[in-house]
T-cell receptor
Framework: AQSVTQPDIHITVSEGASLELRCNYSYGATPYLFWYVQSPGQGLQLLLKYFSGDTLVQGIKGFEAEFKRSQSSFNLRKPSVHWSDAAEYFCAVGAGEYGNKLVFGAGTILRVKS | GAGVSQSPRYKVTKRGQDVALRCDPISGHVSLYWYRQALGQGPEFLTYFNYEAQQDKSGLPNDRFSAERPEGSISTLTIQRTEQRDSAMYRC????????????????FGPGTRLTVL
């Protein structure tokens, strides 16, 4: 069965510093991969997704992620973090026949210090 | 435009009571999904619909849980004889296309219903 591991429960970075959130997945074929962000009291918002093609994916809010098949990873990056990026981030893989049943990792809580 | 809405936002109930959670998807969206999120965890798939047809209910924990979408729009997730272990955030999502076009689709999530069973 598909699974997603986010090794870091909490990460703290300084405002303006770069960010990388790790995600490893378990899936046999080419996966559908997603990053979502959850702010307090809000629903999950899609940051970016990968289905095929270019392994470097650009998303909203200046985020990007790189699919590395050899490492089964899909890490999220941002070159310069803003205080408003403080939130919880979830990596997900699409499961099932159509890849539409999302399997989420446990999430990484990002804190931004000024 | 309006996003996915869910009601109530918070529900506190006593063990043994039935609860009904409502999801109103984005207008025109064909697929509707239910997920459950325990504290400190990511969302976990429960069930989904194409139009009014329930396509997959493999994630429903047991037969106390059921869902319907009778007119292909609003959906209700019902939990009968609630137990304390049912306490969680219940999230609904919708997407524009049916499941076989999932590769081009995005699931839009609602704010969730926080269920607490005492």
């Amino acid at each position: 069965a598909q699974s997603v591991t986010q090794p870091d429960i909490h990460i703290t970075v300084s405002e303006g510093a770069s960010l990388e959130l790790r995600c490893n997945y378990s899936y046999g074929a080419t996966p559908y991969l997603f990053w979502y962000v959850q702010s307090p009291g809000q629903g999950l918002q899609l940051l970016l997704k990968y289905f095929s093609g270019d392994t470097l994916v650009q998303g909203i809010k200046g985020f990007e992620a790189e699919f590395k098949r050899s490492q089964s990873s899909f890490n999220l990056r941002k070159p310069s973090v803003h205080w408003s990026d403080a939130a919880e981030y979830f990596c997900a893989v699409g499961a099932g026949e159509y890849g539409n049943k999302l399997v989420f990792g446990a999430g990484t809580i990002l804190r931004v210090k000024s | 435009g309006a996003g996915v809405s869910q009601s109530p936002r918070y529900k506190v109930t006593k063990r043994g009571q039935d609860v009904a959670l409502r999801c109103d998807p984005i207008s025109g969206h064909v697929s509707l999904y239910w997920y459950r999120q325990a504290l400190g965890q990511g969302p976990e798939f429960l069930t989904y619909f194409n139009y009014e047809a329930q396509q997959d209910k493999s994630g429903l924990p047991n037969d106390r849980f059921s869902a319907e979408r009778p007119e292909g729009s609003i959906s209700t997730l019902t939990i009968q004889r609630t137990e304390q272990r049912d306490s969680a955030m219940y999230r609904c999502a919708s997407s524009l296309n049916p499941d076989y076009l999932a590769s081009t689709d995005t699931q839009y999530f609602g704010p969730g219903t926080r269920l607490t069973v005492l």
